[in-house]
């Protein structure tokens, strides 16, 4: 998809490469992703949906309101990244959520899986918790970690080995508020 006098408003023009996944394209999966999860989570049964900060923040807010079932939201915050645009593998829990994990089904709402870092640190983490199941829903997967200790359940998009950002994800904190997921001109 070109860069529109549009997009280029929405990045302040900065230059966008391309466009890869569409505010309404995401709107349809994320919709489609709500349905699947209501599907397979058991009806009648506690429901913890856990956002992974910052990255998440817009997917979570629009894929909650798609699951239909009784819930609770809490967030996770961890960092990676620093301002660079390659994983650290230092990863930091800087905030524990207040909900408790045991004997709820926890979903683990992620923006992107990169290297798996993030995921090889916390799902431990959570299982010592015991949780009734723990699922990971990303928006996006670039399929390039090596020993991931869990594969994410439910995927949004396949995702090309390029530094997205839009929807969430950031560029040394710039660009989350793009409503569309994009890559940036290096
Ligand atoms: P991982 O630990 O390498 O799997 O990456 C975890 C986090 O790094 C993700 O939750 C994102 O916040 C961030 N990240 C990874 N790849 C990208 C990218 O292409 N653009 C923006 N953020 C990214
Ligand atoms: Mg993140």
């Known amino acids: 998809m070109p860069t529109t006098p549009e997009t280029l408003a929405r990045t302040g023009g900065q230059p966008l490469s391309h466009v890869l996944f569409s505010e309404e394209q995401i709107a349809e999966r994320v919709r489609q992703l709500g349905e699947q999860i209501t599907r397979d989570i058991p009806e009648g049964e506690d429901l913890l949906v856990l956002g992974l900060l910052k990255g998440s923040f817009i997917f979570l807010s629009d894929l909650v309101r798609q699951i239909r079932r009784p819930m609770e939201v809490d967030f996770l915050i ?80 396949d995702c090309p080995q390029e530094f997205v950002i839009g929807y969430g994800l950031d560029h040394s904190e710039k660009y989350r508020n793009l409503p569309f997921v994009g890559v940036i001109d290096p």
Request: net charge negative; hydrophobic share 40%; proline share 4%.
């Open 78 to 157: 961890v960092s990676s990244y620093g301002a660079g645009t390659e994983s650290s593998g230092d990863v930091k829990l800087l905030y524990a959520r207040e909900a408790s994990v045991t004997g709820k089904h926890v979903v683990l709402v992620e923006d992107i899986v990169d290297s798996g870092t993030t995921l090889n640190r916390l799902l431990p983490i959570l299982e010592a918790s015991q949780p009734k199941s723990l699922e990971i829903c990303a928006l996006l997967h670039k399929h390039i970690a090596q020993g991931l200790v869990k594969e994410p359940r439910w995927v949004g998009f």
